[in-house]
């Protein structure tokens, strides 16, 4: 059963245009993906947007706990951060394989319907697995993120990659995925999904490895169609943020208890770049709020 974005409007609403839909996936997890998850979130809020997020990895709940944390932290503290609406798809109880995916599919479209006519863009965070839900979420994309450690581990689920020649020989089955799901959407309603695969989590030094891995990204991404972001430096901060719901751009708020250091600086300027390369609708001229 194919279900397009239309079929995702309530009857009667005051909002008659939907939201930009962003999905993260890749086909691992350990790639910063729920950490990229809330950074897009809070750039996006800070701009003044309104902004969903559904967590479609209902058993891992990493963007979900995210975002209670900083619920619970706010609430804590005595503070005002930006929310964004929150709607967390756990995996069906269901033990027949079609009655599960009808399950997960419906859940997750009635979360759809509650968040694409009421906000400016929503967010959808992909399980790290080859799952029906996973495909069905990478189908709703105007925008695909997919991040990946900056390491032919991570490489090798995007294609398999020549060992002394570096040559790209096939893509992986990840990139096919996304390939189909391109494909269905555009049959669909002749929608072409924007991919951008973000290197992250980059060293500081100018490795051999780095440059061949940036070389092989270039090669590949003319061949599946995809441009590449530079995404976040291995920082300690994106980790220490979580248990507090923060990122580094709700540190200049009076009140959260991070004192500010050249690192952070550095990494909101790594996130206001990834923003800018995302060309999301309306946002660049939006940028200096950030």
């Known amino acids: 059963m194919t279900v397009t974005i239309e079929e995702t409007k309530p009857e009667s609403n005051a909002q008659t245009t939907r939201a930009h839909i962003i999905v993260l996936g890749n086909a691992k997890g350990g790639s910063?993906?729920?950490t990229t998850c809330m950074h897009v979130i809070v750039s996006l809020l800070s701009m003044g947007y309104r902004v969903g997020a559904i967590?479609?990895?209902g058993k891992q709940k990493t963007l979900g706990r995210?975002?209670?944390n900083r619920q619970d932290f706010v609430t804590k503290m005595g503070i005002a951060l930006p929310m964004p609406t929150l709607s967390v798809i756990v995996p069906s109880s269901k033990k027949n394989?079609?009655?599960a995916q009808s399950d997960e599919r419906s859940?997750?479209?009635s979360a759809l319907q509650n968040q694409v006519y009421g906000n400016d863009f929503v967010v959808v965070d992909c399980p790290g697995a080859d799952s029906f839900i996973a495909k069905l979420g990478h189908s709703f994309a105007d925008t695909l993120l997919t991040p990946m450690n900056d390491s032919f581990i991570d490489l090798d689920l995007l294609a398999k990659v020549d060992a002394t020649t570096f040559e790209v020989e096939r893509p992986s089955w990840y990139s096919e995925m996304v390939w189909e799901q391109r494909k269905r959407r555009a049959l669909i309603d002749k929608h072409q999904i924007d991919w951008i695969v973000m290197r992250n989590r980059l060293s500081h030094t100018d490795a051999h490895n780095k440059r061949n891995i940036e070389g092989i990204l270039a090669k590949l991404a003319s061949r599946i169609s995809f441009r590449s972001a530079a995404g976040f430096g291995e920082r300690v901060i994106f980790r220490e943020l979580f248990l507090k719901g923060l990122t580094v751009l709700d540190l200049k708020t009076k009140g959260v208890g991070v004192k500010m250091s050249m690192?952070?600086?550095?990494?909101?300027?790594?996130?206001?770049?990834?923003?800018?390369?995302?060309?999301?609708?309306?946002v660049e001229e939006r940028l200096d709020q950030i």
């Open 66 to 68: 995210y975002i209670e």
């Open 55 to 57: 967590d479609l990895d």
């Open 97 to 99: 394989m079609d009655e």
């Open 107 to 109: 859940r997750f479209v």
């Open 263 to 282: 690192s952070h600086v550095a990494a909101r300027q790594e996130i206001r770049k990834l923003i800018k390369t995302l060309r999301l609708p309306g």
């Open 32 to 34: 910063g993906k729920s």
